[in-house]
């Protein structure tokens, strides 16, 4: 399946949704309250969030008074490059040997990510090895090893409790020995409030670069499309605590509409790297501004 | 992210100008809602939930008369709060029990909504009213979700009923014959995580319905979920008719708007709240603490409740004799450390003190650690020491250090610490054990 059609069917229920409430809002008739009152509606429904909203639509209102729209139509092509500009990120080019280290909430598909992660970069010819620093879980190693299998790659793991910072350590040692070019990371889900979870996933970062200074180690948080504005905050604090390079965006196959992520665009300006759109081990494919909103309106 | 602290502040800034002692006005009412409708959007209510209950608010409050003691601010927030414990239900709705044994609770929920933690939470609480609850594994797909809930349900002290990969709807017929035949008065059927539009999936939860009939069919929802758990409660709620709700992580920062828009779609009760990853981490479900929550406002009363779990009357009494007498000790103080610990956390306690929890974001917070350390320094004490901590000199002080692991600076610390906390008790009681009455429970 092409790429294009993939995320189209991942996001075609959120554009279902939203696109019913835009083409209500664009086929208004003039450029009066109303339209704009509908068309904030469905950013707000869309988890665009308050801020990224109200910033969009200034900006679209502005937009229209320079180029002196008069029609929705016109309009709704302005928010739509708004909306694109906001969300364009380069795609990541990877120096190897390559690290990644997932991290984020409870439940938002860290594993799963990995799982497929690991599919992608073995398609692509690399050797890759996983590190299961997810030691309080329960079976989350099991799970990891599962994934392994079936995405034919080795996976390091300890017993449940183990210092997640020491199995990372035996999967750089174990990379360096046999040559690896991809080392990736999963941990265990930790709310970004708790300090000491945090401190935890510090000291992992810590052993990556003291370990393998010179490979390219980047930091993705995992997260749930489904998930309200308490993703903006979730961004915030992860960023600041282990300078996180880009977001995933998992389970863009439900109804959610994933618009969070332009409220952290808005606000943090963390760029989406991978969005998740199935279960499958290649339902995970490079985010698209132009794709992402194309399917959205 | 210019989060939105407190909505009383930010009422208190609205009408700062106004001294008005009559009647709401139109206006204000207006200003008001606009406020309020940002507070509950940022908290993730659903939109079409935030505009009926502005619309309702609105009407409620316009000519309403300002009470006596409150200032407009607060009246707008009075209305607001007591609207949404109303909306969300008044009173906390206990978990339905079958007539015919066993009972039989049905989870279900999206995928890493928290489902097969919350089957643990629920056999430690069910445990402690008396239940004895078999967990039987009806996730066949998610790799290694079975084992996952064998570890949860070793960690509670019952059983895991499991049939491999199989038919979920076989697994649980056997598994409820299995807990008639072996004691169990309870059954927790564990199912998979599923999007609410994959129809098959859908599908197979009707048919465990149909064969098991539960008592209770139980959605698990994160509470971090944002607009979308509307469309999320509402289908799994037509498709399966569900009695309850359980919302899931919230001792993260996140509002839990979600609670409130899944009620108002529903109907159905929420029933409890997950907080925490341990098994004892589970509460009953409290609308007014909820909308205290999603105002911004923190949770007071789960705070309180929590210190009263953790110390007993007999316990509180014992200790308030003691600080009349003056009669406190290090073991007594030994015995107050654990209790603090019994509460929980201390860092998620403070994060739950209104206004006090966001500002101290980013601020260092208390290490869990140091209190570990300053119960090994008075453990590597003589029960004589800890009564008497005058005795202990220089040699005294240089043992304990190296048989706590801690140093001599830090031993010195704590007992300098428990002077001035026995100083501070002392000058307490001649203020007056009054005040301290009120604070019976509080660990100090």
């Known amino acids: ?297 | 992210m210019a989060l939105f602290e407190n909505l009383s502040d930010r009422m208190n800034h609205i009408f700062s100008k106004l001294r008005n002692r009559g009647k709401l006005t139109e206006l204000e009412i207006k200003q008001a809602m606009r406020e309020i409708r940002v507070a509950l959007l940022e908290a993730d209510v659903n939109y079409a939930v935030v505009k009926d209950f502005t619309a309702k608010v609105s009407e409620k409050a316009l000519g309403e008369d300002i009470l006596k003691s409150l200032t407009p601010a607060q009246q707008i927030v009075k209305i607001v709060n007591d609207e949404l414990i109303a909306l969300m239900g008044s009173t906390h709705q206990k978990l339905m029990v079958s007539d015919k044994q066993p009972t039989v609770y049905m989870m279900c929920g999206l995928q890493g909504a928290g489902k097969t933690t919350m089957c643990g939470k629920l056999v430690a609480y069910l445990k402690k009213q008396g239940k004895k609850t078999l967990l039987v594994a009806c996730d066949v797909y998610r790799p290694a979700a079975i084992q996952q809930l064998k570890v949860v349900a070793g960690k509670v002290g019952t059983e895991c009923f499991e049939m491999g990969q199989i038919k979920p709807v076989k697994i649980a017929e056997e598994g409820i014959k299995y807990a008639l035949k072996n004691g169990y008065d309870t059954v927790i059927i564990d199912t998979a995580g599923r999007l609410h539009i994959d129809e098959t999936l859908m599908d197979e939860l009707v048919a465990l319905k149909k064969a098991v009939k539960p008592t209770e069919i139980l959605l698990v929802v994160d509470s971090m979920t944002g607009q979308d758990a509307v469309t999320v409660a509402d289908t799994f709620n037509k498709t399966l008719d569900i009695t309850g709700v359980i919302m899931t992580k919230l001792d993260g920062d996140t509002r839990g708007g979600a609670a409130l828009s899944i009620k108002a779609v529903t109907g159905k009760p929420i029933k409890f709240n997950g907080t925490g990853e341990k098994p004892d981490d589970i509460e009953p479900f409290h609308p007014e603490r909820m909308a205290s929550r999603i105002l911004g406002m923190g949770d007071v009363l789960t705070l309180i409740e929590k210190a009263q779990d953790a110390i007993s009357q007999e316990e509180a009494i014992k200790l308030s004799k003691k600080l009349k007498e003056n009669s406190f000790t290090l073991e007594d103080y030994l015995q107050q450390l654990d209790s603090m610990k019994k509460m929980g956390n201390i860092n998620d306690m403070i994060a739950m003190i209104p206004g006090l929890g966001s500002k101290l974001k980013g601020t260092p917070q208390i290490d869990e650690k140091q209190i570990a350390h300053t119960k090994a320094i008075i453990l590597s004490m003589t029960p004589q020491e800890r009564r008497n901590p005058d005795i202990i000199k220089a040699s005294r002080r240089k043992r304990i250090a190296a048989g706590s692991g801690t140093t001599i600076q830090e031993v010195n610390q704590l007992l300098k610490q428990f002077e001035m906390m026995k100083d501070m008790m002392a000058r307490m009681q001649k203020g007056g054990l009054r005040g301290l009455r009120g604070l019976k429970g509080l660990p100090f």
């Not at chain 1, 939203?18 to 309250?33: E, M, V």
């Not at chain 1, 679209?60 to 990120?89: G, N, S, T, W, Y």
């Not at chain 1, 034919?152 to 040692?173: K, L, M, Q, T, Y």
């Not at chain 1, 941990?187 to 979870?197: E, M, S, V």
Request: proline share 2%; glycine share 8%.
């Open chain 1, 1 to 297: 399946m092409g790429f294009f059609q993939k995320i189209a069917e991942g996001i075609k229920k959120t554009k279902d949704a939203f696109s019913k409430k835009l083409f209500f809002a664009f086929s208004a008739r003039a450029l009066d309250d109303e339209f704009y009152d509908s068309l904030e509606e469905a950013l707000l429904t869309a988890d665009v969030g308050v801020t990224a909203t109200e910033n969009l639509i200034e900006e679209l209102k502005d937009e229209i008074f320079k180029q002196k729209v008069k029609k929705p139509e016109d309009a709704r092509e302005i928010l739509r490059q708004l909306m694109i500009e906001d969300i364009d990120f380069d795609i990541p080019q990877y120096d190897y040997p390559l690290v990644i280290l997932l991290s984020g909430v409870n439940g938002v598909g860290k594993t799963t990510a990995i799982g497929k992660l690991a599919h992608m970069f073995k398609q692509q010819g690399k050797s890759v090895v996983v590190a299961a620093a997810d030691t309080f879980r329960a079976a989350a190693s099991e799970q990891l090893e599962v994934w392994g299998q079936r995405a034919g790659v080795r996976v390091i793991r300890h017993n449940e409790g183990a210092d997640p910072a020491a199995v990372v350590f035996d999967a750089i040692s174990s990379a360096k020995a046999r040559g690896n070019d991809v080392i990736l990371i999963d941990t265990a889900g930790r709310l970004h409030n708790k300090k000491n979870l945090m401190a935890e996933l510090q000291k992992i970062c810590r052993v990556v670069e003291r370990e393998l200074p010179e490979a390219d180690f980047r930091k993705f948080l995992v997260l749930d499309a489904t998930t309200g504005q308490n993703a903006v905050s979730q961004a915030q604090i992860f960023s600041e605590d282990i300078e996180t390079d880009g977001i995933i965006l998992t389970k863009l196959d439900g109804t959610a509409k994933g618009g969070v992520v332009l409220a952290i665009s808005d606000e943090i300006g963390l760029p989406v790297v991978y969005v998740g759109v199935g279960e499958k081990i290649d339902d995970l494919i490079p985010f698209d501004a132009t794709d992402f909103i194309n399917a959205l309106l």
